[in-house]
């Protein structure tokens, strides 16, 4: 979740590297568009978030992103070079290491769908990537540019409204993990739908999910077994 984030600044080249020395199954990644057109990878669209900097990361240039140095997150007195990465650096990761890249859509502009897809398939990457994303709009349009892509609809509880918004996309569900109740999730396999949830970090909440057959499970710090 965000790279080994537990540990070193979410989000970054650092984090991203050292979970790939882990066997992950994938390494989750948040995504905005910048004003020039380039796709950066940051949790939360407020800059202030992880840097000394204020503003949207929308109305920044990647130009001008790259000179921001991040201040917050785990460790980062050990990363004074901790900054904003391109999704590119983040792929090439993804692809040396042989996980799956799994990117998380923040970024809710339709007409932006496309130049992301585009750099997936640069990277030869469309059928091995899990594109993820709050925003059913997002998903939707992927599904339309392309209708074989891996796609989860994030929500923080499930609802029958948003199983049928995946029903009807043929989306995973990827849900927050203590507010996973089991008849819900048991809807999940009813509609034969891929089960995931978030942020999974106690050993009791992990033997919770797959107790209740989620087969993904996100996580900033248990290591693979």
């Given at each position: 979740?965000?790279?080994?984030?537990?540990?070193?600044?979410?989000?970054?080249?650092?984090?991203?590297?050292?979970?790939?020395?882990?066997?992950?199954?994938a390494l989750e990644c948040d995504v905005h568009c910048t004003t020039d057109g380039k796709w950066v990878i940051i949790h939360d669209y407020m800059l202030q978030s992880m840097a000394d900097e204020k503003g949207d990361v929308k109305n920044w240039s990647y130009e001008d992103l790259k000179k921001v140095k991040f201040t917050n997150g785990a460790n980062i007195d050990k990363y004074p070079d901790a900054g904003v990465c391109l999704v590119e650096e983040y792929i090439e990761i993804c692809k040396e290491a042989n996980i799956k890249p799994?990117?998380?859509?923040?970024?809710?502009?339709?007409?932006?769908?496309?130049?992301?897809?585009?750099?997936?398939?640069?990277?030869?990457?469309?059928?091995?990537?899990?594109?993820?994303?709050?925003?059913?709009s997002v998903l939707r349009e992927f599904k339309r540019l392309s209708p074989n892509?891996?796609?989860?609809?994030?929500?923080?509880?499930?609802?029958?409204e948003k199983l049928q918004e995946c029903i009807e996309n043929g989306n995973g569900v990827a849900f927050e993990a203590k507010r996973g109740k089991p008849e819900m999730?048991?809807?999940?396999?009813?509609?034969?739908?891929?089960?995931?949830?978030?942020?999974?970090?106690?050993?009791?909440m992990l033997n919770k999910m797959i107790a209740n057959g989620v087969k993904y499970i996100t996580t900033n710090a248990?290591?693979?077994e």
């Open positions: 979740h965000r790279g080994l984030s537990s540990i070193v600044p979410e989000n970054t080249i650092e984090a991203f590297k050292e979970a790939a020395k882990y066997n992950y199954y799994m990117i998380e859509v923040k970024d809710k502009r339709i007409d932006k769908v496309k130049s992301l897809l585009d750099i997936i398939r640069a990277y030869d990457i469309e059928d091995d990537v899990i594109l993820i994303s709050f925003h059913a892509m891996e796609l989860w609809y994030l929500m923080h509880t499930i609802t029958d999730i048991q809807k999940i396999h009813d509609n034969n739908l891929t089960a995931a949830c978030w942020t999974v970090d106690t050993k009791d248990i290591l693979p």
